[in-house]
């Protein structure tokens, strides 16, 4: 099993970036998928999540950071097995190192992460 980030960069305040999380191993359709961020002295934080269908009733249900709602959308591709976070009207505190994470049945898995700077 794994997931690998990819899409980071650096950015304007007010631009976009689209972050991918490729996995292997699983198939993201049926598990919890979510994207965390962690800026330089901060803890970690959770900023999207998405239900994995396994879950009749809330499957594909997203849930938002406070301060991401509105500007950041999390989706899945299943056909390429990838989850996407779309980052809309970035601000500089969006800047931080954003992270995979996948929940699966025998615990979660994290990607290496990818950096994200959005200058002012």
């Known amino acids: 099993v794994q997931v690998s980030e990819s899409g980071g960069g650096t950015v304007q305040a007010g631009g976009s970036v689209r972050l991918s999380c490729a996995a292997s191993?699983?198939?993201?359709?049926?598990?919890?998928m979510r994207w965390f961020r962690q800026a330089p002295g901060k803890e970690r934080e959770l900023v999207a999540s998405?239900?994995?269908?396994?879950?009749?009733?809330?499957?594909?249900?997203?849930n938002y950071a406070d301060s991401v709602k509105g500007r950041f959308t999390i989706s899945r591709d299943s056909g390429r097995n990838t989850v996407i976070l779309q980052m809309n009207s970035l601000k500089p505190s969006d800047t931080a190192v954003y992270y995979c994470n996948a929940r699966l049945s025998d615990g979660d898995y994290w990607g290496q992460g990818t950096q994200v700077t959005v200058s002012s």
């Open positions: 191993g699983f198939a993201v359709r049926w598990f919890d």
């Open positions: 998405i239900i994995g269908d396994t879950y009749i009733d809330s499957g594909g249900t997203t």
